[in-house]
T-cell receptor
């Protein structure tokens, strides 16, 4: 597709279960970002991948959160032992990642996670 | 201390009533300032990137400007379809000049009544 694709679009899970959220960036984009948006809150940075460099994990809120990016393309965000406070929209974004001309960052529609 | 502050939090306008949204920021080195529009239940939609003080960009009824401390999003003669939350974000110059993450403000919710 032409844009950033995320799945699932909606996920309801029980407290304590693990969840995986998937992001397929725009073809050719080397930079990939994960953000979290809680109800009424701003976007919170989680993790950033750039090419083959080590990811910037500085925004991950706890060790229950992890992400990987295979083959420099698709990324999976995993939340283990989910808690109710993890309920939020998880947004993925991508950019060309090289120089100012490739700086535009495009977002997907998000994965809405509800922990009950 | 917030690095990106948007004001007002909410703005109600009548159709045709022009106004401005503010985004003030404090970062050590600005790589870019981004404006996005977000509709309910949707991901942010890219509008503009500004890189240096004095730069301006326009798109339909929207015009974004940038100074060393803040950016304005001017809305001229708004229509009801301009109703959305407008998000501002800054990107700092990273280590080694690499591209880093976006730091977002909390947004301004704009409502335009017919």
């Amino acid at each position: 597709g032409a844009g950033v694709s995320q799945s699932p679009s909606n996920k309801v899970t029980e407290k304590g279960k693990d969840v995986e959220l998937r992001c397929d960036p725009i073809s050719g984009h080397t930079a990939l970002y994960w953000y979290r948006q809680s109800l009424g809150q701003g976007l919170e940075f989680l993790i950033y991948f750039q090419g083959n460099s080590a990811p910037d994990k500085s925004g991950l809120p706890s060790d229950r959160f992890s992400a990987e990016r295979t083959g420099g393309s698709v990324s999976t965000l995993t939340i283990q032992r989910t808690q109710q406070e993890d309920s939020a929209v998880y947004l993925c974004a991508s950019s060309l990642g090289t120089g100012f001309s490739g700086n535009t960052i495009y977002f997907g529609e998000g994965s809405w996670l509800t922990v009950v | 201390e917030d690095q990106v502050t948007q004001s007002p939090e909410a703005l109600r306008l009548q159709e045709g009533e022009s106004s401005s949204l503010n985004c003030s920021y404090t970062v050590s080195g600005l790589r870019g300032l981004f404006w996005y529009r977000q509709d309910p239940g949707k991901g942010p939609e890219f509008l503009f990137t500004l890189y240096s003080a004095g730069e301006e960009k326009e798109k339909e009824r929207l015009k974004a400007t940038l100074t060393k401390k803040e950016s304005f999003l001017h809305i001229t003669a708004p229509k009801p379809e301009d109703s959305a939350t407008y998000l501002c974000a800054v990107q700092e110059v990273g280590w080694g000049g690499s591209q880093g993450n976006l730091i977002f403000g909390k947004g301004t919710k704009l409502s335009v009544k017919p």
